[in-house]
């Protein structure tokens, strides 16, 4: 498609399980983010990749967060042993140039019951 | 960490009215951009404004970038109803991945 896609984009789990969450930029996007959403709020920072550097990993919140990025494209954004506390929207957002804007997917509704 | 805080949270105008919605912070900013985002969709950026004391208009939409690049406004003219959303500002602190005020939603009344 022509816009980023995220899926699912809604998931309901349980409290302890794991999630995966999964992002496909735009064609020939080198950067691609992860944010989060808490209701009505701003965005919060999560990872950042950009070509085959290193990610920034710097706004993730704990170490059950972890993403990849597979092949400069797609990327899994994963979550161990889900706390209530995570429950937000996870929005995935891809860049072409630096100078570019960055596009948004419609992002995934996680809730942990 | 450099915040941008956002004021009013919530504007809840009738149709015809004129509103200003403000993004401040105490961290000078390369650059700002404004983002209007829709209940289950992702933001969709409105401008970027990159030089201090810089003015865009985007139809009935005023966007100011203060002369010390600390803070930005956005002047919406005459409100429709179809101006209701969440306005987010966002800067860049340095580093590629934007860092996000808090938000505004508004509610433009028929």
């Known amino acids: 498609g022509a816009g980023v896609s995220q899926s699912p984009s809604n998931k309901v789990t349980e409290k302890g399980k794991d999630v995966e969450l999964r992002c496909d930029p735009i064609?020939?996007?080198?950067?691609l983010y992860w944010y989060r959403q808490s209701l009505g709020q701003g965005l919060e920072f999560l990872i950042y990749?950009?070509?085959?550097?290193?990610?920034?990993k710097s706004g993730l919140p704990s170490d059950r967060f972890s993403a990849e990025r597979t092949g400069g494209s797609v990327s899994t954004l994963t979550i161990q042993r889900t706390q209530q506390e995570d429950s937000a929207v996870y929005l995935c957002?891809?860049?072409?140039?630096?100078?570019?804007?960055?596009?948004f997917g419609d992002g995934t509704r996680l809730s942990i019951l | 960490t450099q915040l941008l805080e956002q004021s009013p949270q919530f504007l809840s105008i009738q149709e015809g009215e004129n509103l200003t919605v403000y993004c401040n912070s105490s961290?000078?900013?390369?650059?700002l951009q404004w983002y209007r985002q829709e209940p289950g969709e992702g933001p969709v950026l409105l401008v970027t404004v990159v030089t201090g004391g810089e003015v865009k208009k985007l139809k009935r939409l005023t966007f100011q970038f203060g002369d010390a690049r600390k803070d930005s406004s956005l002047h919406i003219t005459a409100a429709q109803p179809g101006d209701t959303g969440l306005y987010l500002c966002a800067g860049e602190p340095g580093r590629r991945a934007l860092t996000f005020g808090s938000g505004t939603r508004l509610q433009v009344q028929p």
């Open positions: 961290s000078v900013f390369s650059s």
């Open positions: 990749f950009q070509g085959n550097s290193a990610p920034d």
């Open positions: 957002a891809s860049q072409g140039l630096p100078d570019q804007p960055q596009h």
């Open positions: 064609s020939g996007h080198t950067a």
